[in-house]
């Protein structure tokens, strides 16, 4: 133990020193902490007089405020449509990570899934009031909109990454094009050109969802960037694998989708995984365009000024949402790595 | 088609990588049924050859014919000259996210447009074929080189090819797992099939070769039986390697 102690923390006087003044922040941090968070803390209450009287955290403030940061703009009596869809959502994401399940079977159902979501947020069937795009929000949103962009995006990146390693040198051209064009703009840009511009472009009385262009923006967005991630792995199969597939007399078609494919998306699992992540948090940039998602339902709902002091306890909150689901990801990806590369060693 | 029509005509064949010129034209015709074994230093240009004969390398000038099928721009071409014939490559190149028996239907399953039910049996009748179907189910990752090349091996026969095409088969081979894979090639050799087989195991060639030739700097120097060309051999390039290759 004190062997243990010795080479993990005091192991040179820098350790030492490091050792130290962490020990030190945290005793001074620590009853800080808790004293803010739990001690001092209101948990429950309707009146924000009780919260500004007391020393701690006004965890009461997502109490109160939740519906509308879950739901933004959302009808109110119409929420329960938008939790059956995140739940439908996050029971699928469940699924998809069972191995077992992985068949056509599990792509149909999640075709279902995203359809039945899709039509409880829009109504407008067997009693359920119809509501416009224009008023979803809050996690239902950022949930579809990045499952849009994940689905739409993915294959669009392989595609665009195939091109630029085309033969052909209008494909080529065109793919290298697009990914550096949309890669050389910021997303807030995209989102901004594609809300307000492309409907300058359209033919009068053509008007389409402002929710779907920004839908579009975002699938264009990610597929720039994950292309290039994919075209990293396409690289990284040996010229091997090409010859060999080659020499079996197998089509263009049957050697990129059954052999350099499949090698090329497990290389890029990591990289791909980080362009996910980074998709599902760009959904919170729907706000500069008017959409609510999950971070501008909290920003609307701090517009209370009878709750607009708890921010910080309404931020962490949304943060903590952000967390889990990123973190579950990045986890997934890593056991995923791992039960992948088993019995295989490449 | 009796045993000595050719199935392989190489004339005048050059291919150059940049400013090198790997063959400077290069004529070379193969009977059916015929073993030939390759030989030649390093940078001779009979890799180079043997992966020109399925278009993995396309030459520069000169004329291949395979099969009665004209190797040129046309696609169909390329891929009915590669269905008739299978290459093993030094470095096995399986394909290492697919078991030892998804290896060997691939190609039947989608070049061949074979029922998987009938590919899995013919796999595994070539799987016996070089001793490995106990590993049928593992990936190529679990197994030891000389494992991996003979699964390559029955890869290659699975699509019942005219011509086989071996790229220096036993070169990345740890010493003791070069018998276990020529053992096989001995094996098929004596069972009439075309074969070229770029190697340096003279062994082999004097055991099953009907002919050896001798290549060096992007030329054949000498062609002939294995019994005169290591016996007799005529030019004075070829005694060197002979001797260099053989002592050591």
């Known amino acids: 133990m004190a062997a243990w102690l010795k080479r993990n923390f005091f192991s040179s006087p820098l350790s030492t020193a490091l050792t130290v003044a962490l020990v030190a922040l945290a005793v001074w941090l620590g009853p800080r902490l808790v004293d803010w968070a739990l001690v001092g803390a209101v948990f429950r209450t309707a009146d924000p007089e009780d919260c500004r009287k007391a020393t701690g955290a006004c965890w009461a403030v997502i109490a109160e405020k939740h519906r509308v940061m879950l739901f933004g703009t959302y009808p109110y009596d119409q929420h329960w449509r938008g939790l059956v869809a995140v739940a439908l959502i996050f029971a699928m994401m469940l699924a998809s990570t069972v191995r077992a399940f992985w068949s056509w079977r599990l792509l149909l159902a999640w075709v279902a899934a995203m359809a039945a979501a899709l039509a409880l947020q829009f109504g407008g069937f067997l009693g359920l009031p119809h509501v416009p795009t224009t008023r979803w929000g809050g996690l239902p949103l950022t949930m579809l909109l990045f499952l849009g962009t994940v689905a739409g995006g993915v294959p669009l990146a392989i595609v665009l990454a195939l091109g630029r390693r085309s033969d052909l040198p209008a494909i080529r051209m065109l793919s290298i094009g697009y990914i550096e064009t949309i890669r050389g703009v910021p997303l807030v840009n995209v989102l901004f050109m594609a809300s307000l511009m492309i409907p300058l472009f359209l033919p009068e009385g053509v008007n389409f969802d402002k929710l779907l262009r920004a839908q579009v923006g975002m699938i264009l967005f990610f597929a720039a960037y994950a292309a290039e991630v994919v075209r990293g792995g396409l690289q990284a199969v040996p010229r091997g694998q090409y010859e060999a597939a080659d020499s079996l007399g197998a089509s263009t078609w049957d050697r990129t989708v059954r052999i350099v494919l499949p090698q090329a998306l497990r290389i890029v699992i990591p990289p791909l995984v980080n362009d996910i992540i980074r998709a599902f948090k760009n959904t919170s940039l729907l706000l500069i365009i008017g959409l609510f998602d999950v971070l501008g339902g909290t920003m609307a709902a701090l517009e209370d000024p009878n709750w607009s002091r708890f921010y910080a306890e309404a931020y962490l909150f949304v943060a903590a949402i952000y967390f889990v689901v990123c973190f579950s990801m990045s986890q997934y990806s890593q056991r995923l790595e791992t039960s992948l590369a088993r019995g295989r060693n490449f | ?113 074979m029922p998987r039910a009938e590919a899995e049996a013919r796999a595994m009748k070539y799987l016996e074929l070089v001793h490995i179907a ?47 894979v020529l053992d096989v090639i001995v094996d098929l050799a004596r069972q009439e099939r075309t074969m070229i087989v770029v190697t340096h195991e003279m062994g082999f060639a004097r055991a099953v070769a009907d002919r050896v030739i001798f290549m060096d700097a992007g030329r054949i120097v000498e062609e002939g039986p294995p019994a005169t060309f290591f016996a007799n051999p005529r030019h004075e390039r070829t005694r060197l390697f002979l001797s260099q290759i053989l002592e050591h």
């Open chain 2, 1 to 113: 088609m009796t045993a000595s029509d050719p199935i392989v005509r190489i004339d005048g064949v050059v291919k150059r990588f940049g400013a090198f010129e790997a063959l400077k034209g290069v004529d070379l015709t193969i009977r059916r049924g015929e073993r030939v074994v390759v030989c030649g230093p390093s940078g001779s240009g009979k890799s180079t050859l043997i992966r020109c004969i399925n278009r993995l390398e396309e030459a520069d000038g000169g004329r291949i014919v395979v099969d009665g099928i004209e190797l040129g721009d046309d696609v169909r071409a390329i891929r009915a000259v590669r269905r008739r014939t299978a290459m093993v490559f030094q470095s096995f190149n399986l394909f290492p996210h697919l078991t030892v028996l998804e290896n060997l239907t691939f190609a039947p399953v989608s070049v061949l447009g």
């Open chain 2, 134 to 180: 106990e590993h049928a189910l593992a990936y190529p990752g679990r197994l030891s080189g000389g494992q991996q090349q003979r699964v390559a091996i029955a890869r290659a026969l699975a699509i019942e090819p005219e011509i086989l095409l071996f790229d220096e088969p036993t070169s990345a081979l740890d010493p003791e797992m070069i018998k276990e």
